[in-house]
Each structure stands twice: as structure tokens, then as C-alpha cells.
């Protein structure tokens, strides 16, 4: 084994590359990327968009979102023949499938981020897939369960190569956001669709466009603000089932569908600017805009920052990205690449800790667990009940803010018991065949007390709990 | 409110363990409650392999108060001579062991002293795979030798697919890894980090300003810590006892394995082992216990039953700096069951004298461990010598077997 110094950065990028802007190193990877550290990172922002291969057979929203519609015309027949208790019962079946399709998701998610060839490429998806949250409920929203993922893929994955206004009016068009945040329900207060059905203005996704997404909440705009926006986005919303009888259903089902009827008349203003009224494109005009505001580019590059370097946002980074995000007019590729190149990550003297998620997939990862080895899919069936325990399972956020990645939150003294009685567990079940000091030297730079600590481990397994419950497999 | 956190931490924990415990793949080694065995035709004898894992002490375990070089070496680590359960005017073992004094007197248990595995390195992990795969160096086989020894065994194939070998414990160990179909059964509780384990967390923790102040918080509040140490022995010596409750269980069945593997964790004393009192007493009561247990839980099977406690290496003959032993090379094995020819101790003493010890520091081999694997598969298993010679122990020649064992 070579000895690394370890105040040599050069011997440290490959781990930095692989632990900090990846998933976690599996053993082996190492060897590929210390050549090139940075190269092997921005190598990756050439294919962001394809789809792993475990998440190449789910079927996309919009069919989801037709079977659901399907569902709820025999949910009403069924009223209408069988009564109350056929209906109960029906609708316990639907939401038992429901919820096993939503596990296959995120167990099929778990197991494209363990497997990722390209793991910076699955981090950023899931960096996005948390800034634009959606979060499964119950009642009219109870679809989400089956599109939340498709929604990540659709939506986010497949605008990464592009620019951040592209990426916004996916996110923003997307039947998931649009039932998450209610605009499907959003009417003009005085568009005929709105008199007539006595509808009006629901801010949620308008506020949070502003808030989460793009400015920020002291990105200087005003509840006039938000409310002008309500109104240039109302129409904005999914054609979950045939209207019946009209012929004039513009769009396919189970997709957007502006809803011309539905929309607010007249000019509005949006941070002192006023857009005309122009149907579907007033909205969009307006995002585009708040897409390269200033102020978006600092948010975004705040949240990048505290996500790739540290809890406490460092200015001089956040600077670099948002000036970035500013030359390049939003591109993405250019964003991600700048985090790719800043010093101040591989000088390594910053850390985050690992959510439950991060450490889940970080030790399947260094334990090779995969379909083959284990020769299960229920392994990733397990891991993502575990992620439930820790209150971690993906798109169940309980705001649209997402999940925070700040150590404070996840780092209490009983989460940490139980990351540790986690990781003990797996390793007993699954450890025994990995020899402790040789992983070591895979997937963490060196570390006298702990390499002590795998050597006198009594056991294999005690040794493999040990590297992956210390402290430098906790923090990336 | 301290009373309301306790509280709280309990019910996430109950929550973590129930939803770790009700996944398939967690327990995917493990076998349904409903496993049944198709009767072993002729085999009634049942044969139980303990692994003790981090080497345990032989010297403390059966002491040689008869050498006189013992007490120079052992100082503060002595047990006293009064207090140790005589086996002959040698020998004597650590008064917590009582039960197994009691079936060497009723000549159902041998002692088998200076003995070690071809090994002769000392790392845990290499010399555990030494002793699990029964060749000469580490990790060069996939297959462990019980696992080699289940189509000799002959039932397999007409056993319904289920196995005449069985690991009990959380994973199946390397000794019954390979090609051949092995059952298991585990615990369906998730079980808490071994005391050992939590405290050399606690130490890598220390080092860490930000984890390591909350994790003793956490220990705190979870009276996981040493604090509580009779609570944390119970609990080990608790979950040692639901595998050797359950291994009773599958042998006594007369559709049952043949042949059950065990594990006990906990047995790396480095530091403060104790003599009459302390870390290794519990642990040697825990053994004692677990083996009194088995032999009742057996009933009549036991009659029919071997019992072999090995581990990997033995530890230094003089205590360390840190008022415990580091690791050696010879120890202890124990044989034990209804169908052993007990009652006596089985080795030539390599005696203590500094120039008698292995490499100046560690008690010498006399016997290699594979002549006790052997002779148990030949004598009691009725395998057949050709075989063990040739597939389950190849290059094993200078290991005889020991007449007069089983």
C-alpha cells in the first residue's frame, strides 16, 4: 500500500473528487479518476442527461397521470353502482398500489444513485431535484406518488445540459410541480372560467417560485409581487381527464395544458416590469426574466455553494458562482463546472456531513451492495424503508424548501446513534467478506487512529462497522 | 424533560429495529420460522462449532498455576490459585466457568491447551479465515471447510434442498461459505452495537470536536456507555443466550441440521481484563452459561453432540501496558458434548520459560487445530478420512488425528 501524505493535496483529490462531488467511492474507482480528479468530474457534465439504467423502464407521467384519471371516472361509476363501502374499498386497493409503486421508485432511485458510473452527475439531479421539491400527499395529489419520479427525470435530468431558464420552465410546467403547489387550481379571478365557478387566485407556486426557486426570500420583491405572477401563471395547469363534450381539449391528457378560460386578463407587472397580456407566454416571459435576475443567480449560487462546499456560506465562492451564473446566462454546464474548479473545496478544508441518504448510498457504495452481489432487489427495498426511519425517503420533504444539508439537522446525538446501529447492522449482514483496512485505503485518505482502529478490530465486520460508522465516513 | 427524551429515543429506536427486522433482504440469509428438515437418515450425532472472535485469553481461561513462570507474567492479571477450579495439579480453570468444570468432572468435556491454526501472523481477520477456510494461509479459499464437508454429509440432496448445516447469527460465516446450500437463522431484532464496538467508536468520536460531543450525549442518554456496564454484559450475555436457545432448538429437532456454527463477538482484551472481576470475566460467564444452556436446551441430543470452542489465536503470555494481553499465537480449545470422551486435557505443555515461547512472547503450538476439526468430522461425524485428507483439509498431513477424543 502506498503511503499517502496526507498534506499532499494531489493524494487527496481523487477522494475529494469521489467522496466530497460524488456519492461516495466504490472500491476501485479511485484508480480511474486520480489521473484526473477535475477531468473525471467535468467529464461527466457531457452525459448528465441520460437516464440510468435501473430507471430506464419507468413509465412517464403523463401515463400515470392518464391510468389516474382512468381511475377516478370508475371511482365515480363505482359510487354510482356499489355505493359508499364498494368505494372504500376500491380506494384502499388503489392506495396500497400507490404506495408500492411509490417504493419501487424510491428503491429503484436508491439503486441508480449505488450503481451511477457517474456519481457528481447523480449528486447535481438530486441538488436539483431538492431546490424544485415536490413531496408526496394523499387526496387529489395522491398521483404524485406515481410521478414524483418521473417528474425528477422529465423535468430536471433532462434540462442539466441546458440553461437555468429551460430547466425553470420545465420544473414550473410540470404536471408534479403544478399539482404540488396547487396552480392547477389556481383560476383568474376575473377570467370567465373563474367568474363562472366563482374560482380565484391560489399564490402557493407563484410564492414559491420567488422564494424557493429563483430570487430568494430577500431577493427584493413584494407580495404585489407574488400576486402579479398568481395571475400571469393561472391557466397554467394538467389535463388530468377528458372535459367532456366541448371538443376543444387543447393538449394531450396526462400533460400541461394552459387553460385559456382559466387565465387572468390583462397587463402585470412583475418587479417593476409589465408584461403584456399574451396567453400562456405572459407566465413564461415573466420566469424567463426572474430566470436572470441577479438575484437568482446569488440564490442559486448560495444554495450550490452550502451544498457543495459548506454549512456556513463562504462569499468568496458564492461570488465565483454567481458571476458564472451571470457571464454565462444561466448555463448549467458552466455553473457545474465552475463548482468543479473551485479551490476552496480542494484545498479540503471544508466538510459537510452526509444526510441519511448520502451515508446510505455512500456505504452501499463502499460495500459493493448491488443487485448482483446480493442477489436481491429487496436490498435497496430495505434501504429505502431505512430512509424512512430516518425521516430521509426521497420526495416526502415536509415543505416546499426541501430537505436542509446543514449538519445541525442532521447530526443529533440520537440520529447519530442510529446511523451507527444502521451501519452496524448492514456490515454484520452483508461485511463479512470485505477485509476493513483494504477498503480503507479505497475510499478514504489516510487516517493513522483509524487504520489503528481497523487493525485491532476483533472481527471483520466489527472493522467494516467502524470505517463506515467513524467519523471520516460521516463527512464528505 | 430528560425522562421525555429517554422516552422519545426509545420509540425511534423500536422504530428503526421493527422496520429493519420486517425487510426481507436484511434477513435475507435468514430462513423462515416454518423451515422444516427432512430427517438425516443414521445422523443423530449433531456436531456445534463456537467461534470465540477477537482471541480469547487461553491462559486466563485455563490457567497453568502449575508452571512456575505463570504468576511472574500474568502479575496483575493472575487469577489466585484458590480461587481456580482444579482440573488436575496443573491446570485450573477461571472460577467463572463453572458449568464447564462440571462436565469435565462428569467427563463430558476436554481441554485442549497450547493449540493453534497454521497461522502465525496476527491479524484478527486473516487468522479467523485461516482457522474458517482450514488451509494454510488467508483468503486462499472462497469455501470454508464445513461448507466443503455438507455433500460428504450425503442428505443434501435428498433434504427437501434444505441444509444439513446451519449458521446461527446475524451472517453466515466464513467457514460455512461456498458452493454448498447452507441454512441459517438470525435474530429478528436488530442488535445493538457491541459494547466493544460502541467503545472504539467512542474513541474515533473523541477526535471529532463536532460528532463527538453529541455522541457521547447520545450514550449518555442511551446508557449505552460503560456507565452501565452489568446492564451492557446482560445484554450481550442475553443475545449469545437467544443463539444458543435457537441452536437448540434446530439440533434437538430430530429433522434438524447436523451441524450448527455460533458466533460469540467480544473477546479482544487489550485492555483492563480483569482477573477475578471485570471485561473478560463477563464474557467467560457469558460462554459458560450459553454452553449450560445448550446442553440443556439439547436434552437427549446432547448425548450425540460435540461442541467445539475455538478461536483464532491466543494472546500474549505477559500483560501489556494497558492491563490487558495483545494478540498471540497458541491457546485454548474446548471439546465438549455427550459423545466426547471428557475428563481429560489434550496437548503437550510448551511450558512458559521465556526461551520455550513462541518468537519470546506468545505460547508455543503443540497441536495444530485441524487435528481437532479432523478428528471430530472422522470420529464423530463418521466422514471419511480419504475426504478430509483431500478436500476439506488438503496439506494437512502433519495434523494427526487424535486418538481417544469422541
Given at each position: 500500500m502506498a503511503a499517502a501524505n496526507t498534506s499532499d493535496l494531489s493524494e487527496r483529490a481523487g477522494y475529494i473528487a469521489g467522496n466530497h462531488f460524488g456519492l461516495g467511492l466504490r472500491p476501485g474507482e479511485l484508480r480511474y479518476i486520480n489521473s484526473d480528479p477535475r477531468g473525471w468530474l467535468k467529464s461527466q457534465l457531457d452525459n448528465i442527461e441520460s437516464l440510468p439504467e435501473s430507471l430506464q423502464a419507468l413509465p412517464d407521467s403523463s401515463s400515470a397521470l392518464i391510468a389516474d384519471g382512468n381511475w377516478r371516472r370508475e371511482r365515480r361509476d363505482l359510487m354510482q353502482q356499489g355505493g359508499q363501502a364498494a368505494v372504500m374499498e376500491a380506494q384502499r386497493d388503489k392506495n396500497l398500489t400507490d404506495n408500492k409503486i411509490f417504493q419501487q421508485h424510491t428503491s429503484l432511485r436508491l439503486q441508480a444513485a449505488v450503481d451511477s458510473r457517474q456519481a457528481f452527475a447523480e449528486r447535481l439531479l438530486r441538488f436539483w431535484s431538492n431546490h424544485f421539491t415536490v413531496a408526496v400527499s394523499g387526496g387529489t395529489k395522491a398521483v404524485l406518488r406515481r410521478i414524483a419520479l418521473p417528474y425528477e427525470n422529465e423535468a430536471i435530468r433532462s434540462k442539466l445540459g441546458g440553461d437555468f431558464e429551460s430547466l425553470l420552465l420545465s420544473v414550473e410546467q410540470h404536471p408534479a410541480m403544478l399539482i404540488y403547489l396547487d396552480n392547477d387550481l389556481s383560476f383568474g379571478p376575473n377570467s370567465p372560467a373563474g367568474r363562472r365557478r366563482e374560482r380565484g387566485l391560489n399564490e402557493n407556486l407563484a410564492r414559491e417560485v420567488l422564494e424557493l426557486h429563483t430570487l430568494g426570500v430577500d431577493g427584493g420583491y413584494t407580495q404585489a409581487d407574488v400576486t402579479s405572477l398568481a395571475k400571469m401563471i393561472?391557466?397554467?395547469?394538467?389535463?388530468?381527464q377528458e372535459l367532456g363534450g366541448r371538443g376543444r381539449n387543447p393538449g394531450k391528457l396526462g400533460e400541461f395544458r394552459f387553460l385559456a378560460p382559466a387565465h387572468e386578463p390583462g397587463q402585470h407587472s412583475l418587479l417593476g416590469k409589465d408584461y403584456r397580456a399574451n396567453g400562456v407566454r405572459q407566465g413564461e416571459a415573466a420566469l424567463v426574466d426572474v430566470a436572470h435576475h441577479p438575484a437568482t443567480a446569488r440564490h442559486v449560487a448560495t444554495r450550490l455553494v452550502s451544498h457543495f462546499v459548506a454549512d456556513t456560506p463562504l462569499v468568496s465562492a458564492i461570488d465565483k458562482i454567481a458571476t458564472v451564473f451571470m457571464e454565462s446566462e444561466g448555463s448549467l454546464p458552466a455553473l457545474h463546472a465552475a463548482l468543479v474548479d473551485l479551490d476552496e473545496i480542494w484545498q479540503g478544508e471544508y466538510r459537510k456531513l452526509k444526510t441519511p441518504e448520502e451515508l446510505i448510498i455512500s456505504t452501499a457504495r463502499a460495500m459493493n451492495l448491488n443487485t448482483q452481489n446480493v442477489g436481491s432487489t429487496q436490498v435497496f427495498n430495505a434501504m429505502s424503508n431505512t430512509l424512512r426511519v430516518f425521516n430521509h425517503l426521497p420526495f416526502t420533504a415536509t415543505s416546499p424548501a426541501g430537505w436542509p444539508d446543514e449538519a445541525e439537522h442532521w447530526g443529533s446525538p440520537d440520529a447519530l446513534v442510529k446511523r451507527i446501529e444502521w451501519v452496524n447492522q448492514i456490515t454484520q449482514n452483508f461485511g463479512n467478506r470485505i477485509n476493513p483496512e483494504q477498503l480503507a485505503a479505497e475510499i478514504l485518505p489516510e487516517n493513522e487512529s483509524l487504520q489503528l482502529a481497523l487493525r485491532r478490530a476483533e472481527s471483520r465486520s466489527q472493522g467494516l462497522a467502524l470505517l463506515l460508522a467513524s467519523p471520516d465516513f460521516q463527512w464528505r | 424533560m430528560a425522562k421525555h427524551k429517554q422516552s422519545s429515543i426509545d420509540h425511534q429506536r423500536r422504530r428503526l429495529v421493527s422496520s429493519l427486522a420486517v425487510t426481507p433482504a436484511l434477513g435475507l440469509f435468514s430462513s423462515l420460522p416454518g423451515l422444516s428438515f427432512a430427517a438425516v437418515d443414521g445422523g443423530e450425532q449433531r456436531f456445534v462449532l463456537v467461534i470465540l472472535r477477537g482471541a480469547m485469553d487461553g491462559l486466563a481461561a485455563v490457567a497453568p498455576y502449575g508452571d512456575s513462570e505463570l504468576a511472574g507474567l500474568r502479575g496483575s492479571l493472575l487469577t489466585a490459585e484458590s480461587e481456580l477450579l482444579k482440573l488436575d495439579s496443573f491446570f485450573g480453570l477461571h472460577p467463572a466457568l463453572e458449568n464447564l468444570h462440571e462436565m469435565y468432572q462428569s467427563s463430558q468435556a476436554i481441554i485442549c491447551h497450547a493449540v493453534a491454526s497454521p497461522y502465525r501472523e496476527r491479524s484478527h481477520f486473516d487468522g479467523q479465515n485461516v482457522l474458517e477456510i482450514g488451509?494454510?494461509?488467508?483468503?486462499?479459499?472462497?469455501?470454508?471447510w464445513l461448507n466443503r464437508c455438507v455433500p460428504l454429509l450425503g442428505k443434501a440432496g435428498e433434504n427437501n434442498g434444505s441444509s444439513p448445516a446451519m449458521a446461527i447469527g446475524q451472517a453466515v460465516p466464513d467457514v460455512l461459505q461456498g458452493e454448498s446450500e447452507v441454512a441459517s437463522w438470525a435474530p429478528a431484532i436488530m442488535p445493538e452495537p457491541s459494547v466493544s464496538t460502541m467503545q472504539r467508536l467512542q474513541q474515533l468520536y473523541a477526535q471529532d470536536a463536532f460528532l463527538g460531543v453529541r455522541l457521547e450525549q447520545a450514550l449518555m442518554a442511551n446508557q449505552l456507555?460503560?456507565?452501565?456496564e452489568m446492564m451492557a454484559n446482560r445484554r450481550q450475555g442475553q443475545s449469545f443466550g437467544v443463539l444458543v436457545d435457537a441452536a437448540a432448538a434446530f439440533l434437538a429437532?430430530?429433522?434438524?441440521?447436523?451441524i450448527a456454527v455460533l458466533e460469540s463477538n467480544g473477546w479482544d482484551t487489550h485492555a483492563n481484563q480483569g482477573a477475578s472481576q471485570g471485561q473478560l470475566v463477563g464474557k467467560f460467564r457469558e460462554l459458560d452459561r450459553g454452553l449450560a444452556r445448550l446442553k440443556s436446551g439439547l436434552e437427549e441430543t446432547w448425548n450425540n453432540t460435540a461442541v467445539l470452542v475455538v478461536t483464532e489465536f491466543g494472546r500474549t503470555v505477559a500483560v501489556n501496558g494497558t492491563q490487558g494481553t495483545d494478540h498471540g499465537t497458541a491457546g485454548v480449545a474446548l471439546l465438549l458434548g455427550g459423545s466426547v470422551k471428557g475428563g481429560s486435557i489434550h496437548g503437550q505443555w510448551p511450558g512458559l520459560a521465556s526461551a520455550n515461547l513462541y518468537q519470546g512472547r506468545d505460547l508455543a503450538p503443540t497441536t495444530d487445530m485441524r487435528s481437532l476439526f479432523k478428528t471430530v468430522l472422522r470420529d464423530h461425524l463418521q466422514l471419511p478420512q480419504a475426504n478430509i485428507e483431500s478436500e476439506l483439509f488438503p496439506d494437512s498431513a502433519d495434523a494427526a488425528f487424535i486418538a481417544n477424543l469422541v
Open positions: 393561472t391557466g397554467w395547469t394538467v389535463m388530468r | 488451509l494454510e494461509q488467508a483468503d486462499q479459499s472462497e469455501s470454508g456507555a460503560g456507565r452501565n429437532d430430530a429433522s434438524g441440521p447436523s
